[in-house]
């Protein structure tokens, strides 16, 4: 609260008037005397006379909130003044500061515990009082209700809240109160690992008994990447050409299996579209894979279905992987399984993997690993299964796993078993591959790599090979001129001809390097530079990529100069600008 200012006709006069504010504008119909104009010049701390507006920012401030200005340096002013906020503050004749928690202040805190004295403002801890930051660290931690859990939390946290404050102050505190937090921080972290490794005590029927807690086990590397890891060396080993992921998930597998050479086509299938429609661009080729394209086509596709139902387009595969998808079919579906992967599908490598439910011992929780799993089976029934599905479906199967068990349990086996199926023989001959039928599942995304087999791909990867292959051998011609001068019995008389010599290291020759030491050797006429094509197709990429000179020539086409006969690659001696 503050004093209205008042003027008269005869002069500058102040008259004390209770207000609800700290600042207000002059009442209506006040007349302002002549006086009032030289209080201006009065504002000093000689004459800290009331004027109702000062001149300066630095006169108002001087002044008291009674005669501030009206706006934000008034309120500010006035709440200095009354010690609380603006609208709350204590009759004008009351003293500063009074009602107010000295160890609160002034601030938001020091005005709760004016108004409630017998509650604690600033923790519902159930005490009655009213607590400083460093009493709340002393809170009782016993008791019942509130007051027990609230002083139990925070008579733990204080030690490192007050720590983290030390060091948000900065000054000489800041490195203590980091070295305070740091040390706090350990602590805590070994009390918890202390509290996980601790025997945990469990009550039945009243009795106390000590149970052992169980050890997590952990793969390394984790298990799904080495039932990918299976996949991968069994498509390494027997170098299939189309491959399909049945339960595909999140492609992880077929973003693996795509670098593998020997693969022109790569199929998933899941019944989950959103996941197959976030997942794709997973496997969209890079930019590294048009700068260095693959020997052969590779297409990829994904489709959203079932994988119990029919689809022509999966006839005629190489390998079929079904990584942890049988333990998520019901009794119904698990019937129509191998119908349609064994009997229709057919592929000629068929890998299913499962959980082992004698593994589950080991772990803290003996359940299903997933919420979805319909069943887990132990290995003997496992193992009964597919014998049963291979002995009908003419298939033969060998069992395996990955997930070592840890030492002294070695007789639950591994923790993920897996079944390799393969056809046999005289049933791969009486494969139907008729591709009539309907089409089923639905294309969510497809995508094409390059490949050497496209004629664009290929006419670039050669011409940089040429290129590069020109640029070596001239090179090396160059350094053989700096090192020796040309001796003259191979200068021809009226020609300035030099043969190609070198003095350099000869390392031990393949045979494509001998022959290309066979293949004619680059000549130079005055400062031309020669390389036949015969010494060009004779490397070996290119040979691979063009077969004979009259591929290679037509793909260097008019991109590369050639002699007049077109028999050899002419390029400056001296000028490297046209590489």
Known sequence: MGVLADSDASGCSARAQPAR????????????????????GANSRRSPAPCSRPRTRRARCRLGPTVAAPGRLGRVAAAREGGCGRDRGPPASEPRGKGLNPELGSGHLGRRSRESPGRCPRRRCGCGRVKSRGETARAPVSGAGPGEKGGRRFAAAAPLRNARWSAARGGASYRKGLQETAALLFQRNLKTKAENNMECNSVVDGNVEEVPSKKVIKFNPPLYKQRYQFVKNLVEQHQPKKVADLGCGDVCLLAILKYQKCIEELVGVDINEGRLKWSGSRLSPCVGDHLDPRELDLAITLYHGSVLEKDCRLLGFDLAACIELIEHFDSEDLAKFPEVVFGYMSPAIIVISTPNSEFNSLFPCAVFRDSDHKFEWSRMQFQTWALDVASRYSYSVEFTGVGEPPTGAEDVGYCTQIGVFRKKAEAAGLADLEHHGEHVYEVVYTTSYPSLQQINYRRRVVIYLVYREVSRLRQKYQVGLRQHELEPEFVAPGNRTGKFTSDLPVPVLTEDDKAMEMAPQP?????????????????????????????????????????????????????????
């Open 523 to 579: 000549f130079c006429i005055e400062d031309k530079f020669y390389v036949p094509l015969q010494r060009i197709i004779a490397y070996p990429r290119l040979g691979h990529l063009c077969g004979n000179v009259e591929k290679l020539r037509e793909f260097l086409g008019d991109v590369i100069e050639l002699n007049c006969d077109g028999s050899a690659v002419k390029v400056d001696l001296n000028d490297c600008s046209d590489f």
């Open 21 to 40: 504010s700290s600042w207000h504008l002059p009442l209506a119909g006040t007349v302002f005397s002549p006086a009032h104009g030289e209080s201006h």
